[in-house]
């Protein structure tokens, strides 16, 4: 079993389910991820860092099967543009390797969450732990309140 991370840690304490799974690191994206559990890429979620037009990060989470519009998420929030910085520039922004960003281990940076509205059509989703080759199984409900996210259409 992985150590306690800060993102289990914080879902112990608000008493939310989840299941820990866990796989090779080098394994670094959510069908990566979703192929190695024999998942439909359905359900397991990729998260994105993505710049506002005021520059500042938001926290994207796209199924693995789909991808990030941007002009669509763009205007699903109310911006006229959105970019996605480079790999170290997230990496830097976040603290966390590319593969285990993760909404749940942000927390403490408050950083806007959005979740692709093609969740809701789940009970369940995978999502990255905050470190590469864990990631946590909760309810999409439980996502979305503990991340305050907001649902959108980003794919």
Not at 53 to 61: M, R
Not at 72 to 78: R, W
């Given at each position: 079993m992985a150590t306690k991370l800060n993102s289990m840690r914080m879902l112990d304490q608000r008493k939310i389910t989840y299941t820990v799974?866990?796989?090779?690191?080098?394994i670094h994206s959510a069908n990566g991820v979703a192929d190695y559990f024999n998942l439909s890429h359905d359900l397991v979620y990729k998260t994105l860092v993505v710049m506002s037009?005021?520059?500042?990060?938001?926290?994207?989470?796209v199924a693995g099967s789909r991808e990030l519009d941007l002009k669509?998420?763009?205007?699903?929030?109310?911006e006229k543009r959105v970019q996605m910085p480079l790999h170290k520039e997230a990496e830097r922004l976040t603290g966390l390797l590319t593969g285990g960003i993760s909404a749940l281990a942000l927390q403490h940076k408050n950083f806007p969450v959005y979740l692709d509205h093609t969740a809701l059509e789940l009970d369940r989703i995978l999502v990255s732990a905050g470190q590469r080759g864990v990631n946590l199984e909760l309810a999409v409900a439980d996502f979305i309140d503990v991340t305050k996210a907001t649902v959108v259409t980003a794919s």
């Open positions: 799974r866990e796989y090779p690191d080098t037009s005021q520059n500042k990060p938001l926290l994207v989470l669509l998420f763009a205007k699903s929030i109310g």
